[in-house]
């Protein structure tokens, strides 16, 4: 890493070891069905995550598709202050693509991995040991061709043979891995045996020294934080996490669990990360925002009850001495009222300068102008905008300006007590307007149904979430709908004051996604 990327990241306080932040909510964390973001949405995470100081950036995997390989070529582009990966499985072609998609980054690293569990070897590649050994060599050779930074991941390294794993990460050693990833693809290990595969490792590989060891743990029996904490504790020295834990099935560990733990109980860790955990909530509702994926009020830290006392004798406490039940501060962790004083009456230059503070870049002057004209209209019917606002106003604006085949042009609906609930909808599908009269047992059912109906899309909801952005009755209403077809996820948002229109807007951002063509699955690590 050059010394202006080592700087700006942080380092650990004196005499303590760094623990490099590995995160990958823009590749491990997309693969949380109908999390899939777009390409303008991933530079705005991993604008984000770099002004929060994370060490290394998984962008994606560039092989996966067209747009995956745009994703990472753009976000090497615009991050410079962080490691920028891509991911790649052990065959020439993904490596030569990550390569190429990473070429103008200013700190590349290529991941590359293969599965050395017997049911993967057996089962998913069909594979001798011996051939798996002799691939993760070569790929590893092979990356080293681009970049002298190279991580290797032995898939499902949690059920491999001890033995087996020892010899295939001496061997990747040799042959140039810098950072050797021990995963634990499907969340199976507990935390004491997590963190003494870690030690073995570390004491039986005879070149271990010559590597950072790092760990990716998935969270199927809630003991992904567990494990990668166990697992510091036995002397790996990078964590791969992700924003809210974000991720396959159960998810990954969460960044911020992970960081704040080290950070508060430094009597146990002898490390720390070069996190600014200032950042860790506006980054954490930006993820929610962008992927539709709500934060619980009761989640670690970034939850909305994170700092929150009901109880009499809590409230007492904490009155009198915050760490009786505080073990952190909220603002250590970006729990601040940011507000933007502006109205319906401030200039464009105050709205881009507020925007370039949340890291929001416009790459044109029509996305711009779209932006500050719903920021009017928003202002019009909000006393007050808040960052949460403007975050959630950019996202609508984003999917307002895509190529898409269907835009919500006009919705009214009328409900009542002792009468049925009547929505009329105007769409424009490819091109034409066409419009719908239809009832419903609610005015978002009846709303949902008149768009079925010009849509006949055929999917079945599973999901219907509604949040307020910030506090207070003029509150925006975000609203999250999950759609499945054929076996397909998508998720769809949408933000209004008006809780019918964002309702709305998400189930035509839905069908949008559902129309375009699928996107190709990403691999487990």
Request: aromatic share 4%; proline share 4%.
């Amino acid at each position: 890493m050059s010394q202006h990327s080592e700087r700006s990241a942080g380092a650990a306080p004196q005499g303590r070891d760094r623990l490099i932040i590995f995160d990958t909510t823009l590749r491990d964390g997309e693969q949380s069905p109908g999390a899939s973001m777009t390409r303008d949405e991933k530079l705005r995470i991993a604008r984000a995550l770099e002004r929060m100081r994370v060490d290394v950036i998984e962008a994606g995997f560039p092989i996966a598709s067209p747009d995956d390989f745009e994703a990472v070529r753009a976000v090497a582009r615009a991050v410079r202050e962080s490691r920028v990966c891509g991911l790649a499985r052990a065959l020439e072609r993904d490596i030569d693509r990550a390569a190429e998609a990473l070429r103008e980054a200013a700190a590349p690293r290529i991941h590359t991995f293969i599965a050395t569990s017997p049911i993967h070897m057996e089962r998913k590649l069909r594979m001798r040991p011996e051939q798996v050994l002799e691939r993760a060599v070569e790929a590893v050779r092979r990356a080293r061709r681009y970049t002298d930074d190279v991580e290797f991941s032995p898939e499902d390294a949690a059920r491999s043979e001890p033995d087996f794993l020892c010899r295939v990460i001496e061997a990747v050693i040799e042959a140039g891995a810098t950072t050797i990833n021990i995963p634990d693809t499907v969340g199976y290990s507990l935390p004491d045996q997590f963190g003494e595969l870690i030690r073995t490792l570390l004491e039986r590989v005879p070149n271990a020294h010559r590597a950072v060891f790092s760990v990716h743990c998935h969270n199927d029996l809630g003991l992904a934080v567990a494990n990668s904490l166990a697992a510091v504790r036995a002397g790996a020295r990078q964590v791969e996490c992700t924003i809210n834990g974000l991720g396959e099935r159960a998810g990954n560990a969460a960044l911020e669990e992970v960081v704040m733990a080290v950070r508060t109980r430094r009597d146990v860790f002898p490390c720390d990360t070069g996190v600014d955990t200032t950042q860790i909530v506006p980054v954490s509702r930006l993820v929610s925002s962008i992927t539709g994926f709500p934060v619980q009020p009761n989640k670690a830290i970034v939850g909305a009850n994170a700092f929150a006392h009901e109880s009499g004798i809590h409230q007492d406490g904490v009155l009198k001495s915050r760490e009786t039940y505080e073990i952190m501060r909220p603002e250590d962790v970006g729990w601040t009222a940011n507000r933007i004083v502006l109205g319906k009456h401030s200039g464009r230059n105050a709205f881009r300068t507020r925007l370039r503070e949340l890291g929001i870049e416009f790459e044109s002057e029509e996305a711009l102008n779209e932006a500050f004209a719903r920021f009017k209209e928003l202002a019009d019917k909000k006393h007050e905008i808040y960052d949460e606002d403007l975050q959630a106003l950019v996202t609508d604006t984003a999917l307002a300006l895509e190529n898409e085949r269907i835009q919500l042009l006009y919705c009214r609906v009328c409900s009542e007590t002792g009468e049925i609930p009547e929505a009329r909808v105007v769409l424009r599908i490819d091109g034409q307007e066409r419009s719908t009269t239809a009832q419903g047992d609610g005015p978002v059912d009846a709303t949902f149904k008149a768009i079925e109906a010009l849509v006949q899309a055929r999917t079945q909801l599973l999901l219907y979430s509604v949040n307020a952005i910030t506090t207070g009755t003029d509150s925006q209403g975000e609203v999250t709908v999950r759609l499945e077809r054929g076996g397909r996820i998508v998720n769809g948002q949408g933000a209004d004051t008006d809780i019918v229109v964002a309702s709305a807007k998400a189930y035509v951002n839905a069908l949008n996604k559902m129309l375009a063509p699928a996107p190709r699955a990403h691999p487990q690590l």
